[in-house]
């Protein structure tokens, strides 16, 4: 009875993380699932969703460019590096 409920919570919890992460792609906040799926935690935990996205705000303006924006790509193969840097592993995208 305990894993059904447990498997219960964890379909939940995936369903919630899709309904959210599609409408941040409506809202095109630049939010990745994995991004999206620590804000929520954080806010299960506890945190002030304004204060987070306040934080988010400010850290996607502070985000310095890369030096891969400038240099070509490593493979030798004609692309676009990305412009500008995210201070989060997943890239958040800055306004």
């Known amino acids: 009875m305990e894993m059904e409920t447990e498997a219960a919570a964890a379909r939940q919890a995936k369903e919630s993380l899709e309904l959210a ?16 799926s620590l804000l ?5 935990r506890g945190a002030n969703p304004e204060a987070l996205a306040a934080l988010v705000r400010e850290l996607s303006s502070a985000a310095p460019p890369t030096a891969a924006a400038s240099s070509p ?9 990305p412009a500008t840097a995210s201070m989060f592993p997943s890239g958040l995208r800055r306004p």
């Open 40 to 44: 929520m935690a954080l806010c299960d």
């Open 73 to 81: 790509v490593s493979n030798g193969a004609a692309g676009l590096a």
């Open 21 to 36: 992460f599609q409408m941040s792609q409506i809202l095109d906040t630049g939010l990745d699932r994995h991004t999206l």
